[in-house]
């Protein structure tokens, strides 16, 4: 997977702690990643499902 132009951005709650990175600036895939490790894995997501992990997230 090419993350050349994956712009990585934190959520806005997560204030200076460690937190997960998103990248949804990709065609057709949305990268996440740990913000402590930034050369790790990274987990690869399509839009859809994101978006259905992230409304699952803020129902609860």
């Keep these: 997977m090419d993350l050349t132009g ?5 959520a806005t709650r997560s204030g200076n702690t460690d937190c997960v990175e998103v990248a949804d600036n990709l065609p057709d895939v949305v990268a996440v990643r740990d913000s402590k490790d930034r050369q790790g894995p990274v987990l690869a997501f ?3 499902t994101w978006q ?3 409304g699952q997230v ?3």
């Design 46 to 48: 399509t839009p859809q």
């Design 52 to 54: 259905t992990f992230v």
């Design 58 to 60: 803020k129902r609860r």
């Design 6 to 10: 994956a712009t990585w951005r934190t």
